[in-house]
């Protein structure tokens, strides 16, 4: 190839390669670092609401086992139990101010009745599930859990206006005998808010799920769709559900990765322990690597421009010092004489 050919490419590859070395070293880096800082920025956030959301059923659960202990209703169910109506009239009034004033003062109680071993609900801040059975309304298998290992269990429950946690505390008597429980009724409007208020990056967002591996609560007003469409690849997601229903997780925490609405996702779970709640944290790859795509387009931009000013450069010194150099030395071998 003659030199005149030559010259513009040597400039073109001098110009672009250290261009495209240095370009694809720093493109590497800021993809590395971008993954490592939102996979801390994610970490953390799950595990900040785990222990947020964990505090509060601490509360509400401690503050129902405590009303639970409360003399007055074990002398309430116990008369009852025993047929004992003048007592029972005479702590009726008293047990039914205190269902109310739990509800009052308690901005996340929507409901407080006293039931006895049998189910039936005896006094209620809501008057019309008084003398009903438990088991006609709400879910009788946390009630029957309760009594019978005299812990706090809860359940969650779908109503018209949401989701809420049914929460069962045992009551005893003096004689250590299950005489009945109190539940309260927990609406999810602070967990709800709190989700909501937690933000990553642009579009980044969190969600909680119950045991169950059901949306407890989520960023978006709207469930989150787990039906796949064609193209969504949402296997991980669905295992992870499918390891909370089977109480199989082999890890209190992790990173996992999953597809769904044609968006490619990184996400990390934390557990709550004493709730069995999953908190998940969540971002799309595409922000994740907004920086790095940048950086791709204006170093493909940049070097664009260089080749064509680097051809043009070329161009110019072929035409202004290669070719009359050229026409010199054809000049100089034509007239010499050898």
Request: with cysteine.
């Amino acid at each position: 190839m003659k030199v005149k050919y030559r010259l513009p490419l040597i400039i073109v590859f001098m110009s672009t390669i250290p261009i495209f070395i240095i370009g694809i070293i720093a493109y590497f880096l800021i993809t590395n670092f971008s993954l490592n800082n939102y996979d801390m920025i994610l970490s953390n956030q799950s595990r900040a609401a785990s222990k947020h959301l964990e505090d509060f059923y601490y509360e509400q659960s401690s503050t129902l086992e405590y009303a639970s202990q409360l003399e007055i209703n074990a002398l309430y169910l116990d008369s009852y139990n025993n047929n004992d109506e003048a007592t029972m009239n005479e702590l009726q009034q008293s047990v039914k101010d205190i269902l109310d004033v739990t509800v009052t003062t308690n901005d996340y109680v929507e409901e407080s009745f006293l039931v006895d071993k049998t189910s039936r609900i005896l006094s209620s801040s809501n008057e019309k599930t008084v003398n009903k059975l438990l088991t006609d309304i709400y879910p009788y298998e946390p009630y029957n859990a309760s009594i019978k290992t005299l812990n706090v269990y809860y359940e969650i429950i779908q109503e018209k206006t949401g989701k809420k946690i049914l929460m069962f505390a045992p009551i005893t008597n003096k004689k250590n005998e299950v005489v009945g429980a109190l539940i309260q009724k927990i609406n999810l409007n602070y967990i709800n808010h709190y989700i909501k208020e937690l933000k990553i990056g642009t579009l980044g967002y969190l969600y909680v799920l119950d045991y169950n591996g059901n949306t407890l609560s989520h960023y978006y007003d709207d469930r989150v769709q787990l039906a796949p469409k064609n193209e969504d690849r949402v296997d991980n997601l669905l295992k992870l559900i499918n390891q909370i229903k089977d109480n199989t997780l082999t890890s209190e925490s992790d990173f996992f990765d999953y597809k769904i609405h044609d968006r490619s996702i990184h996400a990390y779970y934390d557990t709550i322990p004493s709730t069995g709640w999953v908190v998940v944290s969540a971002i799309p790859y595409t922000e994740i690597y907004a920086k790095s795509s940048q950086l791709l387009f204006y170093l493909f931009t940049t070097a664009c421009v260089i080749i064509i000013v680097s051809l043009s450069i070329g161009l110019m010194a072929v035409k202004h010092i290669i070719n009359p150099l050229q026409y010199i030395s054809e000049r100089i071998k034509k007239h010499c004489i050898w």
